[in-house]
């Protein structure tokens, strides 16, 4: 399968849920947003290293860098190769050198090393396909809209989300104004519940 290289766009402190916030990756050669929700000390972490901020003691990341070097271990790409049940799975892609060795890691993790290490970040088109949010011009457009028109249904399964009693169009005009308030962690909720009707 063909790698998609992503950049981090940005990273926004979640409006509805305490603690949690949204890492948004964009597509280098593309139009399309992928945000991921993430713990405080993981944005954080990330945050850190983006601002070239120096804590007064190594965290956790800078750690696992260091020890990394000391034996001339290198992480040359992060991979996001699989998406279940809205869980992200990511992978480190090592080498010493003589040898390549792919460690499995959670998402947030995998990218806080991706920018300690300077090495690009990948996914594949199927994620981006069914989690992934496009911008046209200046206008965020579920990508579901450019598959095809989806018609109008009420969902009768239960979801933790509360949106399940508003229909696929309402929910899109929804995802809009979160994604142009950039409320990327509500937009990823109402991402998933629309997912959730396309596959049942």
């Given at each position: 399968?063909?790698?998609?290289?992503?950049?981090?766009?940005?990273?926004?402190?979640?409006?509805?849920?305490?603690?949690?916030?949204?890492?948004?990756?964009?597509?280098?050669?593309?139009?399309?947003?992928?945000?991921?929700?993430?713990?405080?000390?993981?944005?954080?972490?990330?945050?850190?290293?983006?601002?070239?901020?120096?804590?007064?003691?190594?965290?956790?990341?800078?750690?696992?860098?260091?020890f990394a070097q000391a034996f001339d271990i290198t992480i040359q790409e992060v991979?996001?190769?699989?998406?279940?049940?809205?869980?992200?799975?990511?992978?480190?892609?090592?080498?010493?050198?003589?040898?390549?060795?792919?460690?499995?890691?959670?998402?947030?993790?995998?990218?806080?090393?991706?920018?300690?290490?300077?090495?690009?970040?990948?996914?594949?088109?199927?994620?981006?396909?069914?989690?992934?949010?496009?911008?046209?011009?200046?206008?965020?457009?579920?990508?579901?809209?450019?598959?095809?028109?989806?018609?109008?249904?009420?969902?009768?399964?239960?979801?933790?989300?509360?949106?399940?009693?508003?229909?696929?169009?309402?929910?899109?005009?929804?995802?809009?104004?979160?994604?142009?308030?950039?409320?990327?962690?509500?937009?990823?909720?109402?991402?998933?519940?629309?997912?959730?009707?396309?596959?049942?």
């Amino acid at each position: 399968m063909k790698k998609i290289k992503l950049d981090i766009v940005g990273l926004s402190y979640s409006q509805t849920q305490s603690g949690a916030y949204a890492l948004v990756l964009g597509e280098v050669s593309g139009r399309r947003r992928l945000p991921i929700i993430i713990g405080s000390f993981e944005a954080q972490a990330i945050a850190i290293e983006i601002e070239k901020m120096t804590p007064s003691r190594p965290l956790t990341h800078d750690l696992f860098k260091n020890f990394a070097q000391a034996f001339d271990i290198t992480i040359q790409e992060v991979t996001i190769y699989n998406l279940v049940d809205g869980i992200f799975y990511s992978k480190l892609i090592c080498s010493d050198g003589k040898k390549s060795i792919e460690i499995d890691a959670r998402t947030s993790d995998a990218i806080a090393m991706a920018v300690r290490f300077d090495c690009p970040i990948y996914t594949y088109e199927f994620i981006l396909s069914s989690a992934g949010i496009v911008i046209e011009g200046n206008d965020f457009v579920y990508l579901e809209n450019m598959a095809d028109a989806a018609t109008e249904e009420k969902s009768v399964a239960s979801s933790p989300t509360g949106y399940t009693s508003l229909s696929n169009d309402e929910l899109k005009s929804k995802l809009q104004e979160a994604l142009s308030e950039e409320a990327y962690e509500k937009a990823a909720k109402i991402r998933d519940e629309l997912n959730r009707r396309k596959a049942s």
